[in-house]
């Protein structure tokens, strides 16, 4: 019983340092984009692969976690929005009603008509196949076939519309001097929505119908815990404007804005840690896929990452065979089953075990001895609550622990 509690408190201690690690101890570098002009928009597809977008119709892409990163020139509009439903399919909206959409995952762009020639500034995924499109004087637009079609939709206003947040048939909707817009039924039609903003609402997130973010300019976040129906202003220590948000849960995610702002949070805004960033350039937009590794874009083609060659096997081939590595798994998050890859540099005994962030063992996924070299094991967590949980290896002489995400 005393090794067991002894055992347990090492791993609530680990969970701790890790999750105030990840927020509190990130180091963000830049990356070279071979780009000067400002970039607006980034969506990454999987963990080491993503599109970013911006000016006179600029694209630059990534395979390889942003080492390298390639130009594309779709046209000379400005585009302002990337957003993807998946790894294949995914749209890019801009000046003049442009509206761009893969479906093998940036191979090709199609150009498409929007239905409109203003500007549209802001995009999101709503599920299933139906995607929407904001922008100026009112400008709004849908389309229910993955991007194919579209049709424009009646905002009832005039004014700016700089960002869009969709679940289902809940459509929220940001725009110039603090107005937001709300519609329950797909965009048929809308009606505006009391909140705390004074200035521009630049982006908004929901992670499901409930619970939802904005931010903007004047240094102000807001939260919802009820679709809108009540905002809360959760601005305290941000110091400057806000540009862009992503998070990856409920409570966890991250903030961007001017002269290279960034902030994190681990209570959905009720406390904010100023993270370093290497540039002083207006930070725009920011996207994870894996709710570990970050990628943020802005002016003068500005590139910044926390990225890490070390939370992830990336590839089997280059894996020494004298190392012992825990790979980050994947897919995350994940729902319901996702895989954990390790490589071993002797035959050891082994025990990989999956702790819920009170330190409860909440599965057993090995427990034997296994041959050195590269091992796969698949983690069903179809019996589990979403939310996030950490995966511990253990041999004789090395112990490592990851975070991964349950999104259902």
Not at 137 to 150: I, L, M, Q, R
Not at 157 to 162: D, G, S
Not at 323 to 329: A, S, T, V
Request: hydrophobic share 40%; net charge negative; charged share 10%.
């Amino acid at each position: 019983m005393k090794n067991f509690i002894l055992t347990r408190n090492f791993v609530v201690m680990i969970i701790f340092l890790m999750i105030t690690s990840l927020t509190f101890a990130q180091n963000w570098y830049l990356q070279n984009s071979n780009h000067s002009g400002q970039l607006k928009g980034i969506h990454m597809i999987i963990p080491t692969e993503g599109w970013a977008c911006g000016d006179a119709g600029a694209m630059l892409h990534t395979t390889n976690a942003g080492t390298t990163w390639s130009l594309l020139t779709l046209t000379g509009a400005d585009l302002h929005q990337i957003v993807f439903k998946d790894a294949s399919t995914g749209i890019v909206v801009g000046d003049n009603g442009t509206v761009f959409v893969t479906t093998n995952g940036g191979t090709n762009w199609i150009a498409k008509n929007s239905g409109t020639s203003l500007q549209l500034r802001g995009a999101c995924f709503a599920g299933n196949s139906t995607f929407f499109a904001v922008g100026d004087d009112g400008a709004a637009v849908k389309s229910t076939d993955e991007g194919n079609t579209w049709s424009t939709l009646n905002s009832g206003t005039t004014e700016r519309l700089l960002s869009v947040a969709a679940v289902d048939q809940s459509v929220w909707v940001g725009a110039r001097n603090g107005l937001m817009l709300f519609s329950n039924n797909g965009g048929t039609t809308f009606s505006s929505m009391s909140n705390p903003a004074t200035d521009d609402i630049k982006d908004i997130q929901f992670i499901n119908g409930s619970t939802g973010f904005a931010c903007g300019s004047n240094s102000f976040f807001m939260f919802t815990s009820n679709g809108g129906g009540n905002w809360t202003s959760r601005s305290a220590g941000i110091q400057v404007g806000l540009n862009g948000l992503h998070f990856i849960n409920q409570n966890e995610g991250w903030v961007v804005g001017g002269a290279g702002t960034l902030y994190s949070t681990t209570n959905a805004g009720l406390n904010w840690v100023a993270i370093t960033t290497p540039t002083n350039q207006d930070l725009n937009s920011i996207h994870s896929f894996d709710g570990v590794n970050a990628w943020s874009v802005g002016n003068l083609g500005t590139i910044v990452t926390n990225y890490s060659s070390t939370t992830g096997i990336e590839n089997q081939n280059t894996v020494k065979p004298d190392e012992f590595l825990l790979g980050q798994n994947y897919p995350n998050p994940f729902n319901p089953s996702t895989k954990i890859s390790f490589n071993l540099p002797a035959r050891e005994f082994v025990t990989l075990k999956v702790f819920n962030v009170l330190g409860s063992e909440v599965a057993i996924l090995i427990n034997d001895n296994m041959e050195a070299g590269l091992h796969e094991v698949t983690f069903n967590a179809s019996g589990l609550k979403s939310g996030v949980y950490f995966y511990v290896i253990s041999t004789k002489n090395f112990t490592s622990t990851l975070k991964m995400i349950l999104l259902k």
